[in-house]
Every structure is written in structure tokens, then in C-alpha cells.
């Protein structure tokens, strides 16, 4: 049974860091994209990232570029997502997903549960 499971989230002051992991088992291959989304209250989902399952190139989103750095350990199966110098619109449950596939720019079909990052004084 495929399984995604994000850690790491929590409550963090503007201008600091927190790192995000996707734990990932169940899967037959593990040459697959894993991308990073989140979703804000009244908000729409918004994809922050994604690393590539073919040769690990990596894509994000104009809001996230330079603050945040996706990275994989094929070892343990997990992605991270590590964030810094974060503000207060970086507040949102964050999601890991993936597709079976190794390209970034397809429909994801399985999901994490999420997880909450808050950035508050």
C-alpha cells in the first residue's frame, strides 16, 4: 500500500526555519517525482516544489525561490522540504504527493496527511 507521511511542521517565528519530511514505503519503484503543496484557509492549494524522480532537477514556485530547498535521500525514502527565513504568509498545511511517474508536471494521485506550519509572533 503506497504511503506518504509528512513530518515536521510547527509553530515558528517570522524569519526562522523548520524542515518538512515525506516519508515514502509502498512503492514497487522509487524513481518518482515528489512534490510539495500547501494550502492556506480560504485558499487555494498551491504547489511550492518538486524534485524530479528521473535526475533529481527540482522546480518552485516564485513565492518560495531562494528561501526554500528541496532535497532526497533515496536511502531512506524521503524527501525534505527545508524552509527558512519564512513569513507569515508561509502559513498553511503543507502536503507531500507523488504520481507513480518521475516528472514534476503531472497529476498527483497520492497524497499525505499534512502537515501545519503556522508563522506567528
Known amino acids: 500500500q503506497v504511503q506518504l507521511v509528512e513530518s515536521g511542521g510547527g509553530l515558528v517565528q517570522p524569519g526562522g526555519s523548520l524542515r518538512l519530511s515525506c516519508a515514502a514505503s509502498?512503492?514497487?519503484?522509487?524513481?518518482?517525482?515528489i512534490g510539495w503543496f500547501r494550502q492556506a484557509p480560504g485558499k487555494e492549494l498551491e504547489g511550492v516544489s518538486c524534485i524530479s524522480g528521473s535526475d533529481g532537477s527540482t522546480i518552485y514556485a516564485d513565492s518560495v525561490e531562494g528561501r526554500f530547498t528541496i532535497s532526497g535521500d533515496n536511502g531512506k525514502h524521503t524527501v525534505y522540504l527545508q524552509m527558512n527565513s519564512l513569513k507569515p504568509e508561509d502559513t498553511a498545511v503543507y502536503y507531500c504527493a507523488t504520481h507513480d511517474g518521475s516528472s514534476c508536471r503531472a497529476e498527483y494521485k497520492y497524497w499525505g496527511q499534512g502537515t501545519q506550519v503556522t508563522v506567528s509572533t
Open positions: 509502498g512503492f514497487t519503484s522509487y524513481n518518482y517525482a
